[in-house]
């Protein structure tokens, strides 16, 4: 039954590639309003897509934000499961442009990857999905199982309207279990289930001093510097062990066994001296940086800034110094006490003379572990396997998707992340890419696992 | 003799102030490169008005920057005394523009003062020294004594060239003393002697970790944060006493004496909580504001960046972070020797996993200090307090001028200071302002002044 799909994908390689490049070279950036028309044009190649294939019903959904798309087909019978695809289209920005070797918008294939903004995250596997969805179609005349679909157009902003949905829509989005494609193997061709995930928090902070930018001769000795508090600040908040020093940060956190770091230990991940460039790595002490990215929690200042930064030097005492935090956290841990735990942190370490302003980012998530053993992951791995020809690791990852605490939280059903982007995928970063492989392996996972599913 | 100079002076009163204001609407802005051609504009409406002032020999000379306007008056005599005034036509950057509330380069008079970006430092006084040597010349066919001009357009951004041309041309800049008024007095209308600058150096920390910003749940945790590590660096070297963490800083500042603190408690300056809008003033342990500002080395965050600064989240590892930082000196301190400081201190607290470069600016001063009891401050105490009604305050302040230490070092002639801005001008920083009495009787006491100092 699958071969003859298998074998469309094949046929139609270069027409879905086209289709493909057409998508990724709308720059749906989700954070900026510039892009306001591109996200719609983006949602709106999805709608047309979906009628294409077929689906029974097909709606571009307003919300207070950036339109959703959502679909059904129902004609696999009610005998069949029903899943909940869900996927985003928007994409992170593309600062700074300079660093991109081609057009973020203009996907260009080099050494057998697709580089292109959205190639990996989320586009490109949000495309693989509607590719079989259509090779079904064409040569089956139906899907094996019935379909919701859900793609957004927030997740690079947090997802704001999406938790609101879930909630109000509950008979429309209702499935049996979940698949999302957003995250990856932990190698290249390396069928990795990710059975864990990291929850997520964040705040600014926001340090004024003086009502404008003051003379550093003139007034220098007697105006706290903004900077020098919020590095103050900062420092006060994870030692150089990477230990977070914020009062009862690790309070709630669930232990790490003695077998999960054997599983952890067992894992051959990416050599980030070679991925990142860096010369050595760090860990939180007593934990390898293994353990520390999958399983512990982590706290990372994302940007800074105050002051002159243009050329040369300006001797100023700047007014104000900001600082955006983002935490990731594990099991046990809950992202709304967390941030009220970093505010009374920083409230007790503020330095005199200058103003400190906490600013809870409302985007959070919690963490989110399944049990390995549930047959739609077994599934999963056995497809997989069978595609990339290679027995499939579990591992736990520090990346967080607020969907996927949200679809638990309502819904509680199984969630099978099935993801196919590599540790060289750069997301979120200049030459974004995902490679041609994990394309063509990944649509044959996906082919396997709708025949699986269904036994 | 000085009488119909003054009645000049108000005569063209308004002539006078749109001329000024034709060179306050040049952007003359020296840190970018985009002002090339205002900055040889300003150059250009300095020479045209000293040659129509009737200045013997008037040269703008070109350097590897900008152009300095160099202009001769002979006509004196022998036995008259040479003065070698020194002034500056650039101006700082405006950013941020939007907190003018008027065009930086449309001067405004609101209030009894003039806005424009130069009005106080530096085009606002020089071009009172300019309409002064127009008076004497339109009403007494002559100035008082024989001038040597020396206008730089680097000034903002190091007077980077200067001290180079003062060395080679050290015949022709040759003089008896020499003038400056970039600076100010304690108060509007407080007539104010300068008798000591502080010295300057600054650096830049570069610190740089992955080769691209990195996904922070995928990496956090292994990876040495650079925004991270730079607050720890920073915070390193200046505590929560405002005393400069870093070994040998203070070895050897000239220790203040008891008369020297009484004569700064003496002083009645700004309330800065007033002037900058801070609840409470800092200073450094063991020492009044006055005294840190006045008489005690600094050390100021001028400005820092690194990682995301848009709208919003991005959940990343930057790859870099910069901070820019100067130092203010006092007698004792070598510039030099503190950059030496700065770097080591740097590098034995940089953390492991990442790199981390000083770079060390090349722009730096000594401190300055000269007698309040010679000849030729007395002269100008005169001067002040006949023009301003007031008794002459002495006082030292944290300003520095790398010119006067150049002057004293090539030339050892003696410096005064005759500073006419106020606490109130906001040099540097949006809506900068110089005021109208300022203007007005800053020009009568240098009136004065050349008269005085012929005596």
Known sequence: MSEKTL?????KRSSLLDKLNEFLSIPSVSTSK???????KAAD?????LNEIGFDKVEKQQTKGHPLVYAEYNEAGPEAPTVLFYGHYDVQPVDPVELWESDPFQPEIRDGRLYARGSSDDKGQVFMHLAVFEAYMRTEGKLPLNVKVCIEGEEEIGSENLYEILQEKKEMFQADFAVISDSGMIAKNQPTILYGLKGFTGIEINVTGPDHDLHSGMYGGAIRNPLMALSHILASMKNQDEVVTVDGFYNDVEPLSGHERKLIDQVHGEDYTISTGVKETVSEKGYTAKEHTMARPTLEINGMFGGYQGEGTKTIIPSSATAKITCRLVPGQDPVKIQQLLEEHINKVA???VNVEVKKEKLSAKAYKVEPEHALIQKAAASYSKAFGKDTVYVRMGGSIPVVEWIEDIYNIPIVLL???TPDDRLHSPNESFPMDSFEKGMETLVYYWNEVIK
Do not use: M, R, S
């Open 45 to 49: 190649f999805i709608v047309n897509y």
């Open 419 to 421: 993801g196919f982007g």
């Open 34 to 40: 510039e892009h306001k028309e591109d996200i719609h």
């Open 351 to 353: 330095p005199t003379g």
């Open 7 to 11: 074998a469309y994908l094949q046929e």
